[in-house]
């Protein structure tokens, strides 16, 4: 539909200039979007820095304790929050790109345009500049037929008369080339400002379909990213479902466990026989140091120099001989 | 299950103590959780205000061009989004009250707790003390039969043997002793362990629930305000899709437009009979500059005193009398 060639007329034909000023936007309103764009894209990148120190916070969380396993699950989800919100900065950047491309596109056309509408401007100008005359060529007509009627109701002299007729018939004549002239370039302007509004509506069209795409990229990066963000939120909840109470508590104890061994109780016969069997043996070791096997007295006591923190004799010493330090 | 009851025995008893320094954990983890998510609402807070900032670029964005009512779709856009991130910045800090809330829930628990363990710690220790006498008891035994065997390898006299023997019998007394005090000490120390064991685990399996109910809810909260911005960019789209062009550019044409009528064509015969009717008027009317109605002239030219800018004279001065300035 052609609006342009139905909305711009009217008085003082003021349409052309509105709608040339109104090309003039079209830059404006592309840089205007790039810039929006730029200050949504900053606005990701400085959430997606946050949140990657709040994943760093995530990590710092406390190691000791049941709960600690679920820091890092917390600390996952903030980093792939983080990723999303960078690749959305990206993705917004590179789509910057193509709104200035698409920028300097824009001018070309605009160029061109310009130079298809100096005729019309031209036309205007022309038409206002007759129209100024035709007023004044009329008045002048009328006040020459008002002379000539005065000049009849004082019933002048007939030479009065006619060098009155003679002025109003030249007033008639120079009245009839201005309203000619008029015609002339009211036509010259119909057809050139017809001609240019539809072109400046073409031009508006292209400029809106364009950026209208770019809006569609502009919400289609942002959703993607949403849909992104909803799997990692997904993610989490799913991830902290998964880490159960149990298995908190079983996690920990298997990590920070000190032995499942209970103290054992002593059999008072056993042990001291035990400690003859050793003393004997040592003396025939030429009291080396060196215990018998198989005698290990309470099993709360026994150690061995190349133990590992926590673990059992019997763990690290397996069929070697073993040194006492202490029982207790 | 009693994971704790199972995994905290071993060497030297430390279990009661990792189970002691693992629940002073809880309450550190507690202000952490508080600490992460007070830093997640400030980053949200920190989106929201340049959001609404965003949505301040738009609604700069140029009145001007055919563009122009795209701008409100993202004024519109911006604003909700950030009202989305406030809205979860605030859920977020209930939750911190929750958080906080728990904590001191929990250094209640802690305080009942830490009272119930203090007889464990003194088993631990009775243990610990009877351990360190049993060996030195031991050896003693051991030298005292050591000695007996010599001298009666070397066939002592009587006197010295029995001498030895009572001191063997003394040295087996004494050993037997301390084995009985190990024996009841590590009985007690078994009982309270077991005991506190269980008690600890079910305070870190209450933490833990806590813990993941507060983790639930911050997931819910993070959860809703995801569905909610969803919506807003599903909104966001539909309004981009739903100003098509051609509305965009009926829109520019309907409130920039100047003026559906283009300037007529002049009829010569017309045109200067009106002039003469006209005059006839205005001389009858004294020459007040009035003219006849119904009798404007070159339609691109009749103007009015009182008219708004763009505004034809008809359309202002309905069945009044109009004044001329200009017909051009």
């Not at 349409?15 to 764009?37: H, N, W």
């Amino acid at each position: 539909m052609s609006y342009f060639g139905e909305h711009f007329w009217g008085e003082k034909n003021h349409g052309f200039d509105v709608l040339y000023q109104s090309m003039k936007q079209g830059p404006v309103s592309t840089k205007e979007l790039a810039d929006f764009i730029r200050e949504r894209a900053t606005i990701e990148e400085t959430y997606s820095k946050a949140m990657a120190k709040l994943s760093k916070l995530a990590s710092n969380g406390t190691p000791m304790g049941t709960f600690a396993p679920l820091w890092e699950v917390f600390r996952v989800s903030s980093d792939k929050l983080a990723l999303c919100h960078l690749e959305l900065t990206r993705k917004l950047q590179d789509l910057i790109k193509d709104v200035l491309r698409y920028g300097e596109e824009q001018l070309k056309a605009h160029k061109k345009c310009k130079e298809e509408a100096v005729g019309t401007l031209d036309a205007v100008q022309v038409l206002a500049g007759v129209s100024q005359l035709l007023p004044k060529s009329r008045e002048n007509y009328l006040n020459r037929c008002m002379d000539q009627e005065r000049l009849r109701r004082e019933s002048t002299n007939q030479k009065e008369m006619d060098k009155a007729e003679t002025k109003t018939k030249k007033a008639a004549e120079s009245l009839r080339r201005s309203v000619e002239k008029y015609n002339s370039a009211r036509a010259d302007f119909e057809q050139k400002m017809l001609d240019s509004a539809l072109r400046f509506q073409a031009l508006e069209e292209t400029h809106l379909r364009h950026m209208k795409a770019l809006l569609g990229s502009y919400a289609h990066s942002v959703e993607n990213t949403h849909v992104q963000i909803g799997q990692v939120h997904e993610e989490f909840k799913q991830n902290i479902e998964n880490v159960s109470v149990e298995m908190l508590l079983r996690k920990f104890a298997e990590s920070k466990g000190t032995g499942r061994e209970k103290p054992g109780p002593l059999d008072f016969e056993a042990y001291s026989t035990a400690a003859l069997q050793e003393g004997n043996y040592e003396a025939a070791a030429g009291r080396q140091g060196l215990s018998p096997p198989g005698t290990e007295p309470a099993r709360a006591g026994a150690t061995c120099s190349c133990r590992r923190p926590g673990a059992r004799v019997r763990d690290v010493c397996r069929g070697g001989r073993r040194r006492f330090h202490c029982p207790a």
